[in-house]
């Protein structure tokens, strides 16, 4: 499992960047293994993207901006979701990763 974060590294736009570093950051923060792709450098990455962001979830005009987040191939969302997930505590599952276990956990 590998989070996978795609991001325009030559973006003009103050706002991505600020959303880009802030998954990143959190990413980084929480020590969860990512990935980051860079649409700018990688055509067929940017493809990919476009391609595996279900159609229900693409905006209404022009292309999905970054940051995307996937877990592998399994399409988490964009930063809007990902800002949701933090304010409801429900990152693991936006992730799709699984509950880190404590000791608690294993006793009966």
């Known amino acids: 499992m590998v989070i996978r974060v795609f991001i325009a590294s030559s973006s003009a736009s103050i706002a991505i960047k600020k959303r880009q570093q802030d998954v990143v950051g959190f990413l980084e923060s929480n020590k969860i293994e990512f990935e980051e792709i860079d649409i700018t450098m990688l055509e067929d990455q940017r493809l990919w993207m476009y391609h595996n962001i279900p159609q229900e979830k693409h905006p209404t005009q022009g292309n999905p901006l970054p940051p995307q987040i996937f877990n592998n191939n399994d399409y988490?969302?964009?930063?809007?979701?990902?800002?949701?997930?933090?304010e409801n505590n429900t990152v693991a599952t936006f992730f799709g990763?699984?509950?880190?276990?404590?000791?608690?956990?294993?006793?009966?």
């Not at 964009?78 to 933090?86: L, T």
């Not at 990763?97 to 009966?108: A, C, F, I, N, V």
């Open 76 to 86: 988490c969302g964009d930063y809007d979701a990902f800002f949701e997930s933090k």
């Open 97 to 108: 990763l699984k509950p880190k276990s404590t000791s608690q956990d294993s006793e009966p």
